[in-house]
Structure formats: C-alpha cells, structure tokens
C-alpha cells in the first residue's frame, strides 16, 4: 500500500474522510460545502450510487471547499474535520448525513445537531479544531481545488473525469461505468488494485485552462491589528494615510491573482496608499520559499526597487519558480547571478521570512493572501470594492486624525498605539515524563518538548517527522520525550504503544525508536496488527517469546495509560499535542510554528 495515500492529479491521502474501499476500482473525490444546496442534493445521489455499486466498486472521498459567500460553510467545515480527526471516519460521516439531511438550512443549531448525532459534545468543538489542525486541512482542500481549477460547488472528479454540480445519477453512472472497464482492462494488463485509482486520475485528468475565480474569506469587523512594518519591502510614500500589510506567497495562485488589485488600488490612490510585503510561503507549496529568498537576494544587491521588480516577475505566473527560473530572473535583474543561486542555496534570508511567517502565525494569518489594512484585516483574493470599502473608511479616519494634529507620517504609527496585540501561546502543566522514557534530540537541552501521539494517528506520523526536523534546526537545544495517548477510536493503537514499550525494554531508546518508525511507516490497522507487531519486533531481533508475553499480558499498560493520563490532566484529548517548556501546541503543525515557540522558549531559559 501507499503509506500516504493515493497520489496523482487528484491526491488522496489518510486525511480524507472516504466511504468505500481504497482498492476500489472507481474514486469519486468531491469538492463541497456544507452550506450548499447543490451540494446537499449531490449528497444523496452519491448515496444512491454507493447502494448501486458497493463499496467494493466505488469509494468516494470528501474534500472541503467552502464558498466565501456562505457564513457557516467555513467553521463547519473544519468542525467536520476535527470530528474525523477525534472520532475517524464513522463519526464524520455521521456529521455528513446529519447536516445534508437536516430540513432546515445550516445554522449553529443544525451543526450542534449533527456533532451530537457523531457523539461529539458541541461545547467542546473549538477545543478539537485547535488541536487537530483542522483549519489548515480545510485550508489545503481549498489550495487544491484552486489548484485543480475548482471554482464552485460540488464538484466531483470521477477517477480525474471532473463532473460539475450537482448531476443525476445517471450522468455520474455512464462515467463510472466506463471507468469500471477500464480499470478492468488496467488490472487484466497487470497493474495491482492500489495502483489503479492514480494510473486513471493521471489519464484522465485534464488540467484547468485557466486559474478559478477569486477566494477568501471576510475579515474581521473593525478589529485593528497589531501589525509592525518593521524592515519589510515597502511600495508608498511614508506619508501615505493608510499601510496596507501583505502576506503573500510566490507559488499561491490566489497570490497572483490579486495582484492587479492591488496594482489598481496603488494607481487610484496614489499617495495615499502604501504597499508593505510580508513572506508567508506556505508548508505545502515547495518552491514559494526559493522564490521568498531570491526577492530578497534582489533586494540586498541592489536595493527596494530590485525587490519590486522580483516580485513583479514572480507574481506574474509566469515563471514556473524552478530553480532555472529564479536563475532566469536574476539575470534578467542584473543581479549577482552565482550569489544569488548561493542565496537561494543556502537559504540565506530564512531568518527573516521566518520572522514574517512568526508574524502571520500571531496574527491568525493561516492562508495566502491576507491584507492588513491600517490593521484591519482582509482574507482572500477579494473584489476591488472590499478594499476599497475599507481603504476609503481608513482615509477618511486618518484625515480626521491629521486635522487632529497627527502628522501624516506618524498615523500608522498613532493606530498601532490603539491595536489589538497577539495573543500568547497558550500554556498547560504537565510533569515531566518518568526517568528512562523515551526521547532524542540534546539530553541536556533547555527546551523540552514532551510529544503526546497515538501510532494509528496520521497526523501524528506526520508530526514525527517535523520533530526530527526541529531537532536539527536547534542542534544542542531541543529535547523530544516520547509520550502515549492512544485514542479509544484507535483499536490497534493501545497495544502498538505497549509493543514500543517493550521494544524500548530489551533494546533501549535505539531499540523504541526504531519500533516507533516501523510502527509510523503505515499507521493502519494493517501494519499495527498483532501479526505486524510481531514481525517489526522479529525485524529489530527482539526476543520473540519475551515480546509476546510483554503484550499477552500487558505489562506495559500502565506505562501508556499514566502517560495518557498526564495528558488527560492537561486538557490535551487529541492527538498530536506538544507541551514545549509548557506551551501547548496543538495538532499537525507546520515545523515554523514549532520554531517559534521553541525560540520562545529559549528567550525565556536563558
């Protein structure tokens, strides 16, 4: 099996809530929105087709795509996903049918409904959103269908073949048909059952002429943010009325499309506006952080203007980002061309896209492009007249302010003084972990970082490998103590932690984290069975008979169960959760988050 999922076109992954089987012969992958109508009637005809052809023919996945205009659709959608990732699949299934059943539009109530009906106690919702990184699920869903040329709901993509809105039976019925022979004709030609659904989405998928319409959220009223400039690229005069902050990313197709906005915006208020970018180069976009460093390279050869005239090449989508294409726009630049790849390289201004990617982690800024306009914030590719709407309010509050006495080139800094400041990461108690647990990374660190996970959890085989990363970033500073919380909805993860435990018994901390890689390389049932057990314990040259025994008789049980219990205790009920020096970090989340609270950390112990 593929440990990650499905890839191709149209990827699927353990992430994705899905109803059928995975060697099924067709995959429909549906883009949808909770608060839509169509997408409530397509609902019911997939339900029609699973009855038709069984879930050994047919599987069908979900992904979110929530439409700017509809309130709710957002904060369900990443209710859904914190469901499945509290409860697994049958619970947000439950929360599925329960919302696209209801008789009454989508509201607050119909949600607390359906979180009940997938036994999920509604008050404790937005604790599960924090912890399972459901936003940035929801976020990524979305990145995808912009990047698969989604631009309303539903939209199904029947083994890559996209079908849009909310079709009869029978139109889904006649592709799923043809798709059922041909996967005949792939497997009778020898291709095996899991490599079916990625060889038809590559064969079939046709991609997007051009990129979807505008997407993003609202903002947030008339909050005023605490938003530094600071050494950041700047296009405006400094005595301009309103600061409009950006945080963007190079390889973001929202990004580039609200570029000529702002292009406008800039040439209908002249002096009036300034223009300040921030680096937000997001996790899954690997070439916006080579395209991050080039423009900066630009700027520290030749100055702000050779940073604009990066960005403006960079933006224009027409550059594929490659490192070919960043070379191509050094030279066209006239820049240090052998500097710059070395820039690039060697990632020389990582600590300043760093610091603006700290930034946008403080201010909520999750998702590409985020507008911060004299603090006021502004999600999303929107129309010009959202900025305009609130640009044109911002003027008319900083000429009353220069009436006032305020000089033109101290309003930004007279608003700020008024803005709401961040948030500190929340902060738990928990002990420290028993003596001869397991952990890696500097014995003697100054930061401790005790990892609560679950060996059946996804988004914790995940975070295990940004911890490795973490470690490396901070070499001599940063300790990772291994810490059990199996989750009752998990039924192999209870007896996989007991099995690490004994690992560590006979070989030692070398011996648990070799268990514990074996035991993340496919956290399904299938490689956390008790016969999978068995095999990785003979594959590290454990003692079979002492391994058996150890689990026959649960020797290690109370081990796990105190480690879940210190959890417990803190509040922390999901997995992933990370306790640095006594910040919570909740959920999956990207190895930036982590490096900032471990710099905090470490400001704080020295």
Not at 126 to 134: D, I, M, T
Not at 386 to 402: G, L, N, S, T
Not at 473 to 498: C, D
Request: aromatic share 6%.
């Amino acid at each position: 099996m593929v440990a990650d999922g499905d890839p191709g076109p149209v990827p699927v992954t353990r992430a994705d809530p899905a109803r059928g089987s995975r060697l099924a012969p067709v995959t429909i992958v549906v883009f949808s929105d909770f608060e839509c109508p169509f997408c409530k009637h397509l609902g019911g005809t997939l339900r029609q087709l699973e009855q038709r052809y069984g879930a050994e023919r047919l599987r069908v996945v979900w992904k979110n795509f929530p439409l700017a205009f509809h309130k709710q659709a957002r904060p369900t959608a990443e209710a859904a996903m914190a469901v499945f990732a509290h409860a697994g699949p049958k619970a947000f299934w439950a929360f599925h049918d329960a919302i696209f059943t209801a008789d009454e539009r989508l509201s607050p109530e119909v949600q607390a409904t359906a979180l009940r009906r997938a036994g999920v106690t509604p008050g404790k919702i937005q604790q599960l959103v924090q912890q399972s990184g459901a936003a940035q699920k929801v976020g990524a869903d979305m990145e995808l269908a912009g990047r698969l040329g989604v631009n309303g709901t539903p939209a199904s993509f029947i083994n890559g073949v996209l079908l849009v809105g909310a079709q009869p039976a029978e139109r889904f019925a006649e592709i799923i048909d043809a798709q059922l022979a041909a996967a005949q004709a792939l497997r009778a030609g020898g291709t095996p059952p899991e490599k079916i659904y990625a060889a038809l989405a590559e064969k079939n998928f046709a991609p997007p002429a051009e990129e979807p319409d505008d997407a993003g959220e609202e903002g947030d009223g008339g909050v005023v943010h605490l938003v530094p400039v600071g050494d950041s690229p700047v296009r405006g005069a400094e005595t301009a009325l309103v600061t409009m902050v950006l945080f963007s990313d190079y390889q973001c197709p929202f990004c580039r499309r609200v570029t000529p906005t702002v292009d406008k915006l800039r040439a209908q208020y002249g002096d009036k506006l300034r223009v300040v970018w921030k680096d937000h180069p997001l996790p899954f976009h690997p070439r916006a952080e080579p395209a991050a460093e080039l423009a900066r390279e630009a700027r520290a050869q030749k100055g702000n203007d050779a940073f604009w005239q990066a960005n403006d090449r960079l933006l224009a989508g027409e550059a594929a980002l490659d490192d070919a294409a960043l070379e191509a726009v050094a030279a066209e630049l006239r820049l240090n061309v052998t500097a710059a790849k070395r820039a690039v390289a060697s990632h020389k201004h990582a600590a300043k896209i760093e610091a603006d990617v700290d930034l946008a982690d403080d201010l909520g800024a999750q998702g590409t492009p985020h507008f911060f306009i004299n603090g006021r914030s502004l999600v999303g590719a929107q129309p010009i007249e959202k900025f305009q709407a609130i640009i044109d309010e911002e003027i008319a509050k900083a000429e009353a302010m220069v009436v006032a006495g305020t000089p033109r080139a101290k309003v930004y800094e007279a608003i700020q003084k008024q803005a709401v400041p961040p948030a500190p990461p929340p902060k738990v108690s928990v002990p420290p972990a028993p003596k001869g647990h397991p952990s890696k990374g500097a014995a003697a660190g100054k930061v401790v970082i005790q990892a609560f996970s679950d060996f059946q959890c996804p988004f914790c085989a995940r975070a295990a490998a940004t911890m490795d990363e973490l470690i490396k970033a901070f070499p001599g500073k940063v300790r990772v103590v291994y810490r059990h919380l199996p989750l009752p909805f998990h039924p192999e993860a209870q007896l996989a932690a007991e099995a690490a435990m004994e690992a560590l018994a006979q070989k030692g901390p070398a011996g648990f984290w070799k268990m514990h890689d074996l035991l993340f390389k496919g956290s399904d049932a299938s490689n956390l069975d008790r016969a999978a057990l068995e095999q990785h314990a003979a594959s590290l040259g454990l003692d079979a008979a002492r391994f058996a025994k150890a689990l026959d008789e649960h020797t290690h049980r109370a081990a796990v169960e105190a480690d879940a219990q210190a959890a417990r205790s803190a509040g922390i009920t999901g997995t992933p959760g990370f306790v640095i020096n006594g910040y919570l970090v909740s959920g999956a989340q990207p190895l930036a988050k982590f490096k900032k609270v471990v710099r905090r950390a470490l400001s704080e112990a020295n």
